[in-house]
């Protein structure tokens, strides 16, 4: 029995115009090492008119570009000290200039704005009855294919509405500071779960008490690398500790800074060809009080690790591995509060059916229960959830994909038991939403795909991506869904 579901006019489409100053070495070191002594043959008189184009070309185009410049330009020190060069005996205008060639602009949603989630906004006040203000994240990626995390801000009307203020014209990267303590055991477990060769590892680990900094790895490693006659392999197998080590940090965007502005952008080694698919929800603590989690997908050169990001107010945020045999596999969300005294998340950890994982801990997930397996042609390849779990008087529904015929992507709802979720209590036997013309032509043909939906004024507000491309909303009567849902 088919739902009625009313699609919004609304769009988001790619927009090249968004871009960042990202580091840029080319060609590699020996190349670099060529390039800065041009740089630095230049007479004072052309270094200041050289910088001073640069930034008439670019200082509109960027918030701080000179900050951005001094930053990479600290990135290339140990080449210019190789240079027999002492960075600290350049100008300031040298410095600045020698990184403005070691920086590129880098179009984040030039290819593709899509796979929405869907929060409220930490700021609730100024609205008028019915109103709420949301915050929508969409997975932005650009050439090379490489994924971020970008952020609109809108109001949903009374009448389910939606209207989004235009983004701002600058775009902001935040400083990535790797200030971290590191508990042994739990690093020890997730380069176990890597399938780290043990004996390299107790090499470094050893050196290290149960507690440890950033700065105490990096100078063990650099130490058992000096101290120990290593091949190529096993020196690349104790830089995996440093790999996992930067998969934990810390961000900070500018206060003046629009929600639209702020990126977050890969930054570790963990994530360097992508951030994917972040799953935003609003978290209830035992207190009463709120935090905003996601969880997503980083993808590097060899691996995949699944990802917590956790923020108050989308100004500052702390970026940590998932840990556990289960926390594996794309496609993880957290349920918005704990059940039965534990922290709640869905998975696929079997790429094909959908998942439960219980843990006392948010950052490690030992056990997982099979809750529900493709059961319809639509869902015969596989299913997933897309999002976390919203909470209603009659159950957790939860929104889902499924995978069927010529590799189409459908959506689906389930009903999930309020206190034990392992438990289906209803479930949509066709899809919620399937491709229509217009959604089916894009990056990736036949794909509708959300990452998270939320409820107001009695409805259903679903985000979701066209064909991997550009992005659009729908929205459902929490009645019609209820009365229409096949009951188990």
Same mark, same amino acid.
């Given at each position: 029995?088919?739902?009625?579901?009313?699609?919004?006019? &609304?769009?988001?489409?790619?927009?090249?115009?968004?871009?960042?100053?990202?580091?840029?070495?080319?060609?590699?070191?020996?190349?670099?090492?060529? &390039?800065?002594?041009?740089?630095?043959?230049?007479?004072?008189?052309?270094?200041?008119?050289?910088?001073?184009?640069?930034?008439?070309?670019?200082?509109?185009?960027?918030?701080?570009?000179?900050?951005?410049?001094?930053? #990479?330009? +600290?990135?290339?020190?140990?080449?210019?000290?190789? %240079?027999?060069?002492?960075?600290?005996?350049?100008?300031?205008?040298?410095?600045?200039?020698?990184?403005?060639?070691?920086?590129?602009?880098?179009?984040?949603?030039?290819?593709?704005?899509?796979?929405?989630?869907?929060?409220?906004? *930490?700021?609730? /006040?100024?609205?008028?009855?019915?109103?709420?203000?949301?915050?929508?994240?969409?997975?932005?990626?650009?050439?090379?294919?490489?994924?971020?995390?970008?952020?609109?801000?809108?109001?949903? +009307?009374?009448?389910?509405?939606?209207?989004?203020?235009?983004?701002?014209?600058?775009?902001?990267?935040?400083? @990535?500071?790797?200030? #971290?303590?590191?508990?042994?055991?739990?690093?020890? +477990?997730?380069?176990?779960?890597?399938?780290?060769?043990?004996?390299?590892?107790?090499?470094?680990?050893?050196?290290?008490?149960?507690?440890?900094?950033?700065?105490?790895?990096?100078?063990?490693?650099?130490?058992? $690398?000096?101290?120990?006659?290593?091949?190529?392999?096993?020196?690349?197998?104790?830089? +995996?500790?440093?790999?996992?080590?930067?998969?934990?940090?810390? &961000?900070?965007?500018?206060?003046? /800074?629009?929600?639209?502005?702020?990126?977050?952008? *890969?930054?570790?080694?963990?994530?360097?060809?992508?951030?994917?698919?972040?799953?935003?929800?609003?978290?209830?603590?035992?207190?009463?009080?709120?935090?905003?989690?996601?969880?997503?997908?980083?993808?590097?050169?060899?691996?995949?690790?699944?990802?917590?990001?956790? /923020?108050?107010?989308?100004?500052?945020?702390?970026?940590?591995?998932?840990?556990?045999?289960?926390?594996?596999?794309?496609?993880?969300?957290?349920?918005?509060?704990?059940?039965?005294?534990?922290? @709640?998340?869905?998975?696929?950890?079997?790429?094909?059916?959908?998942?439960?994982?219980?843990?006392?801990?948010?950052?490690?997930?030992?056990?997982?229960?099979?809750?529900?397996?493709?059961?319809?042609?639509?869902?015969? $390849?596989?299913?997933?959830?897309?999002?976390?779990? $919203?909470?209603?008087?009659?159950?957790?529904?939860?929104?889902?994909?499924?995978?069927?015929?010529?590799?189409?992507?459908? %959506?689906?709802?389930?009903?999930?038991?309020?206190?034990?979720?392992?438990?289906?209590? @209803?479930?949509?036997?066709?899809?919620?939403?399937?491709?229509?013309?217009?959604?089916?032509?894009?990056?990736?043909?036949?794909?509708?795909?959300?990452?998270?939906?939320? &409820?107001?004024?009695?409805?259903?507000?679903?985000?979701?991506?066209? @064909?991997?491309?550009?992005?659009?909303?729908?929205?459902?009567?929490?009645?019609?869904?209820?009365?229409?849902?096949?009951? $188990?």
């Amino acid at each position: 029995m088919s739902i009625h579901i009313n699609r919004k006019n &609304i769009r988001f489409y790619p927009d090249s115009k968004r871009v960042i100053a990202r580091y840029y070495m080319p060609g590699g070191d020996e190349r670099a090492k060529n &390039i800065i002594p041009k740089i630095l043959s230049l007479s004072e008189e052309d270094t200041r008119f050289t910088l001073n184009r640069v930034l008439t070309n670019f200082s509109q185009r960027h918030r701080n570009i000179t900050i951005v410049f001094k930053k #990479h330009f +600290d990135n290339v020190k140990h080449l210019i000290k190789e %240079l027999s060069i002492d960075p600290e005996s350049l100008s300031r205008e040298e410095k600045l200039l020698i990184g403005s060639y070691f920086t590129m602009e880098y179009s984040i949603e030039s290819a593709a704005f899509f796979n929405p989630s869907i929060v409220e906004d *930490p700021d609730q /006040t100024a609205l008028g009855a019915g109103e709420k203000r949301v915050i929508v994240s969409f997975r932005a990626t650009g050439e090379g294919h490489i994924s971020s995390i970008v952020f609109r801000s809108g109001i949903i +009307d009374k009448n389910n509405e939606l209207k989004f203020k235009e983004p701002g014209d600058l775009v902001d990267i935040p400083e @990535a500071v790797k200030r #971290h303590i590191y508990e042994k055991q739990a690093f020890l +477990d997730k380069l176990s779960e890597m399938s780290v060769q043990k004996e390299l590892i107790d090499m470094v680990m050893n050196r290290l008490k149960d507690y440890f900094t950033y700065g105490e790895l990096q100078a063990s490693i650099k130490e058992s $690398i000096e101290k120990n006659n290593l091949d190529s392999t096993q020196r690349k197998v104790l830089k +995996d500790c440093n790999w996992l080590a930067n998969s934990h940090y810390e &961000i900070t965007f500018s206060l003046d /800074t629009a929600i639209s502005e702020r990126v977050i952008y *890969p930054i570790s080694n963990s994530e360097r060809n992508g951030i994917e698919d972040a799953r935003f929800v609003q978290f209830v603590n035992g207190d009463g009080t709120t935090t905003y989690y996601a969880t997503y997908t980083a993808f590097s050169d060899f691996t995949i690790m699944p990802k917590l990001i956790e /923020t108050n107010d989308f100004y500052h945020f702390r970026i940590m591995p998932l840990n556990g045999e289960y926390a594996q596999n794309k496609g993880m969300a957290l349920f918005p509060r704990k059940i039965n005294g534990k922290y @709640a998340m869905l998975s696929r950890v079997d790429g094909v059916s959908n998942y439960i994982m219980f843990s006392e801990d948010i950052h490690f997930w030992q056990d997982a229960v099979k809750i529900q397996e493709p059961e319809y042609p639509w869902q015969f $390849i596989q299913i997933g959830n897309c999002g976390s779990p $919203i909470e209603t008087e009659k159950g957790w529904i939860l929104l889902t994909h499924g995978v069927g015929p010529m590799r189409r992507y459908s %959506l689906g709802v389930t009903l999930l038991d309020l206190e034990d979720p392992t438990k289906v209590i @209803a479930q949509t036997s066709e899809p919620l939403m399937r491709p229509n013309d217009e959604e089916r032509e894009g990056y990736v043909p036949n794909v509708v795909y959300s990452c998270g939906a939320m &409820i107001h004024n009695n409805e259903l507000i679903i985000p979701y991506a066209m @064909a991997d491309y550009a992005s659009t909303f729908a929205t459902v009567s929490l009645d019609e869904l209820f009365e229409k849902m096949v009951y $188990i």
